[in-house]
Nanobody, 117 residues
Framework: QVQLVESGGGLVQAGGSLRLSCAAP????????LAWFRQAPGLQRELVAQ???????DYLDSVKGRFTISRDNAKNTMYLQMNSLKPDDTAVYYC???????????GGQGTQVTVSS
C-alpha cells in the first residue's frame, strides 16, 4: 500500500492563496507522473494539474495562470500553489501518483479547500 500524506488545505477568502503539499514514498516518486484532482460537492472529480517526470505541466483551463504545480524530487514532495482563489475552487483536493509504465494510480486522503466570497 502506497501512503501519500497531504497538507495545506484550509479556509481562505477570495483572492487569497494556499499551498498544498503531498509527500510520497521515495521509491516511486521520481519515476512518477504527479497530479492534483479536486471534487466539489455534487460534482465529478476533475484533474486540476499534473507534472511529468521531466517537469512538463498541464492545467485545467479554469486554473491556468493562478495555480502552479511543482515537484521536489529530493524531498519526495509535490506542491500546488494556488493564488487568486475563487469560491468555485472550493473542493476536496487529492494528490495522485502514477508510476510510469504501470497502470497504477495512488491517491491521498484529500484535503479540504474552502474559499469564501
Amino acid at each position: 500500500q502506497v501512503q501519500l500524506v497531504e497538507s495545506g488545505g484550509g479556509l481562505v477568502q477570495a483572492g487569497g492563496s494556499l499551498r498544498l503539499s503531498c509527500a510520497a514514498p521515495g521509491n516511486i516518486f521520481s519515476r512518477s507522473v504527479l497530479a492534483w484532482f479536486r471534487q466539489a460537492p455534487g460534482l465529478q472529480r476533475e484533474l486540476v494539474a499534473q507534472i511529468s517526470t521531466t517537469g512538463s505541466t498541464d492545467y485545467l483551463d479554469s486554473v491556468k495562470g493562478r495555480f502552479t504545480i511543482s515537484r521536489d524530487n529530493a524531498k519526495n514532495t509535490m506542491y500546488l500553489q494556488m493564488n487568486s482563489l475563487k469560491p468555485d475552487d472550493t473542493a476536496v483536493y487529492y494528490c495522485n501518483v502514477h508510476p510510469q509504465y504501470t497502470h497504477d494510480w495512488y491517491g491521498g486522503q484529500g484535503t479540504q479547500v474552502t474559499v469564501s466570497s
